[in-house]
């Protein structure tokens, strides 16, 4: 049985030395390049920084998992072929891929590489996460954030391989994976090119005491002087429909199942992550501590209850569907 692991986002080599030092059991990074889904300026690693930063972390008894995770393009998959060859290369302890062809290619060519399946596969059920298993050997299964505790519960009874659920930080409403949005306005899409909302279309626009957040010119929040200020994402836009202004698809929040680990853990949830490569090492600190502290009490199946409002989308925060307290 695998050992219980806290997963940390490492946007930068000085964000993967915070996490590390912070207590993560695992770091998470991506090339600086489109095969991963962070792919903004000023994010992720080349080659020879990976490289030391697998040392610093090795010496320290912490594994990095490599994010290959947005899908090849037709007639041009050379720069994930290099990624996959590159993290063998480099001895990653893991690389997590979503992309078939990919997950072929990785499985055939080396049988030792540790493969991790990637959220944005989308695989929610026992039949699709055992076909990955069967097909190239994933030894883990990121799970998409719809899924109730008893249905993770259920999956894990049913697949040979372990499981992996977000923790702590932003959201997808959109069937993860599978999100189209941002491209309708700025032509670069997450899945293929790594960015939702790249930062070359965001602009902000004063509006007496408030501001407007834009995203390729066209405005998809009005925030009053009070509110606190979001980055411009369709999904999370206020928009009119029916008369009405509101949020559409979701409102700003962030996940945080600091309360519900102990559950989870007895689900037979074997890695709990932290969203964040974007994030400041500040932000990594804070949350790489807090959740250290909250997953230790957990495999005790004592509970604590974080409050990360300050640091959250919205300065808000939500289970979100592992409770689905809707239903």
Not at 6 to 33: E, I, K, N, Q, S
Not at 88 to 94: S, T
Not at 135 to 151: A, I, T
Request: charged letters at 20%; glycine letters at 8%; aromatic letters at 8%.
């Amino acid at each position: 049985m695998e050992t219980l692991e806290l997963v940390c986002p490492a946007g930068t080599p000085a964000a993967l030395r915070v996490a590390v030092t912070a207590g993560a059991d695992a770091v998470y990074v991506g090339f600086r390049d489109e095969t991963n889904a962070r792919n903004f300026p000023g994010l992720n690693f080349s080659p020879e920084e990976l490289a030391e930063a697998i040392d610093f972390a090795h010496e320290r008894g912490v594994k990095v998992y490599l994010a290959v995770n947005t899908y090849a393009k037709a007639g041009n998959n050379e720069p994930w072929i290099k990624a996959i060859d590159n993290a063998d290369r480099l001895k990653v302890d893991a690389i997590i891929l979503a992309d078939i062809g990919l997950l072929d290619y990785a499985a055939n060519k080396y049988p030792d590489l540790r493969l991790h399946l990637s959220v944005q596969a989308s695989a929610s059920n026992p039949t699709s996460i055992n076909f990955y298993v069967r097909e190239f050997g994933v030894r883990r299964v990121v799970l998409p954030r719809v899924l109730s505790v008893s249905e993770i519960k259920e999956i894990n009874g049913q697949i040979d391989a372990g499981s992996e659920v977000f923790a702590f930080g932003g959201m997808c409403p959109m069937a993860e994976g599978r999100c189209s949005l941002s491209s309708y306005l700025t032509g670069q899409s997450p899945n293929m090119n790594g960015v939702c909302s790249p930062a070359s279309h965001v602009t902000y626009e004063q509006l007496g005491t408030g501001l407007a957040s834009k995203l390729a010119g066209l405005t998809i929040n009005n925030f009053e002087e009070h509110e606190q200020v979001g980055y411009p994402t369709l999904c999370k836009g206020r928009f009119m429909a029916n008369g009405k202004t509101g949020y559409l698809f979701e409102e700003p929040t962030s996940l945080n199942i600091s309360t519900i680990l102990p559950e989870l853990i007895d689900a037979g949830v074997t890695a709990f992550k932290i969203e964040g490569r974007q994030r400041s090492k500040a932000y990594i600190g804070q949350v790489v501590k807090s959740f250290r502290l909250a997953v230790d009490k957990a495999k005790e199946n004592e509970k604590i209850e974080i409050n990360m409002d300050h640091l959250s989308e919205g300065g808000g925060n939500t289970t979100g569907a592992f409770k689905k307290s809707w239903m």
